[in-house]
């Protein structure tokens, strides 16, 4: 509520200085302080819906998600930097929620925060992810327009993080199966640099649901990478002669098979071990299945990384986050797997 109302005095000293612009810019003026009002009293109809004790429960897990997904980003034990298996931490509780509980700050040198545009982006987003029959759900296009760099990533990531935790809490365990959230995008470069980043955030709200199972229900809470077979396999006969060739490499006494791991995915994004590390991999093809695995066998993802690259396995088991091309949504006309 002091947000909010921090938001409503400043409203109120752009009116001021409207009310002394000319004619003509008091016109613009009136024009951009009528929509900040109307995003005055979302916000405040908004923060009423946390009086609910189910939308504050979502609330509470998803900025949970959240601020363990900024320790993770910046913890050089974790994701902060990608390590060898001889260089993994063996004092750190990696499967541990109360590391977390009570995690050191001093360790990232800063106390997470959200930017105020950040904060009330998710703020806005409650009433249309929970009320799937309100103007917000129906009527309304949220976009955040903001500079490089800015901060937009954690602001849309925050607003997945509540909407994968809502439709789990809400609907039962078949009904809350599937994709909840689609992220689309023009350009591939883009894909794989925001993959790496959701990715993070997935591994932090499948941690959670691990600890949290009855909430949260029994399907893994994943993200999948839908993007051109140029970069990633679309079959897992495609997969499987990649492992194949990771694991020559492995078998050379100078092989070099990192340079063979073409699945846009480098290290675990939980704990940052590298997938194909001093003579090891952990990537695993069989003749109907693919699966990530993480080397660090402290990790709570040992046996699997809740990460999806190749088509097939998208098909057979769509993830909860699914991020995409553009050229692949044409594929829904033409492709019954797709659609």
């Given amino acids: 509520h002091n947000f909010i109302e921090l938001y409503s005095i400043w409203i109120n000293e752009q009116k001021a200085k409207n009310e002394a612009e000319g004619p003509k810019e008091k016109e613009i003026g009136q024009r951009i302080i009528e929509r900040l009002d109307y995003n005055y009293n979302r916000l405040k109809s908004n923060i009423n819906y946390l009086n609910d004790d189910k939308v504050f429960r979502a609330f509470q897990l998803a900025n949970t998600a959240m601020l363990i997904q900024i320790i993770i980003s910046n913890d050089t034990d974790f994701t902060k930097k990608e390590k060898e298996k001889s260089e993994i931490n063996e004092s750190i509780p990696y499967n541990d929620l109360n590391f977390f509980k009570e995690y050191d700050y001093s360790r990232l040198g800063f106390k997470p925060k959200y930017r105020p545009f950040q904060l009330a982006f998710l703020l806005l987003s409650i009433k249309g992810i929970t009320e799937p029959q309100s103007d917000d759900r129906k009527k309304v296009v949220d976009l955040i327009w903001f500079p490089t760099g800015g901060g937009k990533t954690e602001a849309y990531l925050a607003v997945t993080a509540f909407t994968i935790i809502w439709r789990r809490m809400m609907n039962d365990e078949e009904t809350s199966q599937g994709v909840s959230v689609i992220m689309r995008y023009t350009l591939r470069l883009l894909t794989a640099q925001q993959f790496e980043r959701a990715s993070k955030l ?44 990771i694991e020559g490499e492995c078998r050379k006494q100078k092989g070099k098979p990192e340079t063979k791991n073409t699945f846009q995915i480098s290290s675990c994004p939980w704990c940052g071990t590298k997938l194909v590390s001093e003579g090891d991999y952990g990537f695993e093809a069989g003749t109907r299945s693919f699966k990530i695995k993480c080397l660090n066998k402290k990790c709570t993802y040992q046996n699997h990384i809740p990460v999806q690259v190749v088509d097939e396995m998208l098909y057979i088991n769509p993830p909860t986050l699914l991020f995409a091309t553009v050229d692949k949504f044409a594929q829904l006309a033409w492709k019954g797997e797709a659609h």
């Fill in 202 to 245: 997935i591994a932090s709200l499948e941690f959670l649901r691990k600890n949290f199972t009855d909430e949260l229900k029994k399907e893994n809470i994943s993200i999948g990478l839908w993007v051109g077979n140029q970069l990633t396999p679309g079959k897992i006969s495609d997969a499987k002669k990649i492992v194949d060739e």
